[in-house]
């Protein structure tokens, strides 16, 4: 099983919504996905109708009881080959409730590891607060999706994340395949041009050659809680997620269909 991450300490820059849309996108093409939510706010949870504030089985359980069977820990969605692990809003009392207790970086790996011959492909998403369910996201991984907004600010929010991951990696003792995905481009504002050319100045050999453009029917599919790939599969904004998963996973995609 191949795990992807997707992170970033800044909030609304498309984290879940790159979650959904590459993990549908390879359901649809028959791999067998897991989606991961590590936020406490849960809205990888909610967008397909579960209640954060409610879920009894989930990643909040993985930390609580180690060990738990797969069905005890994952659900359904609508669709077909696509499983999610729903996140508790419990989650966020994690880092105090665990305190120092040794190994607890590494829960949500050992969970991933324990259920590898269920999936082809784990995406987690992770919260934008860096601690410890960020940090289990990154040990958990073997790629790092890193989406950044082009808007002004784009920059500062991820010289911090960068930083981080530098630590992070130095503690797990191993580099971190991390790739830097702008997203919400907008080709017509000034600070979208100039965002994106700050990002390829500063990071030229982590950034991705695709970018995601700012593309409505991302909200619009939210809004009625189904991928944007089940509704959309030809807006802008899903081929644009196509191209990435091609260059994330060469062969995913056939050639023709990648354009
Ligand atoms: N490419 C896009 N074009 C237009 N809207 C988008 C795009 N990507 C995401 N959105 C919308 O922007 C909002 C924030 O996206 P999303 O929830 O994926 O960000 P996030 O990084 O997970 O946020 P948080 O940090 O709060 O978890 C959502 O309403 C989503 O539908
Ligand atoms: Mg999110």
Do not use: W
């Amino acid at each position: 099983m191949r795990v992807i991450a997707v992170a970033n300490q800044k909030g609304g820059v498309g984290k879940t919504t790159t979650a959904i849309t590459l993990g549908t996108l390879l359901a649809q093409r028959g791999r067998r996905v897991l989606l991961v939510d590590m936020d406490p706010q849960g809205s990888l949870t909610s967008y397909f109708r579960y209640e954060p504030e409610q879920m009894q089985k989930g990643v909040y359980e993985i930390f609580r009881r180690p060990g738990l069977s797969l069905q005890r820990v994952v659900v359904g969605t609508p669709v077909r080959g696509l499983a999610l692990m729903p996140a508790n809003t419990a989650q966020a009392t994690l880092e105090r409730q665990l305190g120092g207790r040794p190994g607890k970086g590494l829960v949500l790996a050992q969970a991933l590891h324990r259920y590898r011959a269920r999936f082809d492909i784990a995406l987690v998403d992770s919260p934008p607060v860096l601690g410890l369910l960020m940090v289990n996201a990154l040990a958990a991984c073997q790629q790092l999706v890193i989406p950044v907004e082009t808007d002004f600010m784009a920059l500062s929010g991820l010289e911090r994340i960068m930083s981080s991951l530098t630590m992070v990696s130095k503690s797990l003792r191993r580099p971190l395949d991390a790739r830097i995905l702008p997203t919400l481009y907008d080709p017509k504002t000034r600070s979208g041009v100039e965002a994106l050319r700050q990002i390829y100045r500063r990071y030229p050999q982590q950034v991705m050659d695709e970018v995601i453009p700012e593309d409505p029917k991302f909200r619009e599919a939210a809004r009625q809680h189904q991928p944007a790939p089940v509704l959309y599969p030809r807006s802008p904004g899903v081929l644009a997620y196509e191209r990435v998963l091609a260059r994330l996973i060469p062969g995913v995609i056939p050639t023709a269909e990648a354009g």
